[in-house]
């Protein structure tokens, strides 16, 4: 459940720009605010409703946004298994130690397995 943001929010980021983390700020006035840890003073903000409209393709006064979903994209590129749920792994070590037969137990870790060398 949300709570309504009557208060200044802050949070270090595990993104880095350089060494230095980036400071989120959401403010009692609507707004989210980035800068640098460290950094003295106000970093950059955006007013929230003013980042909705920019993201949703919206002009002021619009009730509702394009159709389709929002796609973002980053510049970053992506790391191998970026887009899986679970970490095929993982599956493969809880699959070893269950409680099922050993012949599901082996059917189970040769289907795990194949997956695993379709990614390679």
Do not use: C, W
């Not at 989210?32 to 409209?53: F, S, T, V």
Request: net charge positive; glycine share 8%.
């Amino acid at each position: 459940m949300a709570t309504i943001l009557t208060k200044k929010i802050i949070r270090e980021s595990t993104e880095k720009i350089g060494d230095k983390e980036i400071m989120v700020t959401l403010t009692h006035d609507q707004a989210i605010e980035l800068k640098l840890k460290g950094k003295r003073g106000n970093g950059q903000a955006i007013y929230i409703k003013d980042l909705y409209e920019q993201l949703y393709g919206l002009k002021s006064g619009d009730k509702k946004g394009p159709d389709g979903p929002l796609s973002i994209t980053s510049d970053n590129p992506r790391k191998r298994g970026d887009k899986k749920m679970i970490s095929l792994y993982d599956l493969r070590s809880h699959n070893a130690i269950s409680t099922m037969g050993v012949a599901t137990v082996a059917k189970f870790d040769q289907i795990i397995k194949s997956v695993i060398d379709s990614y390679k």
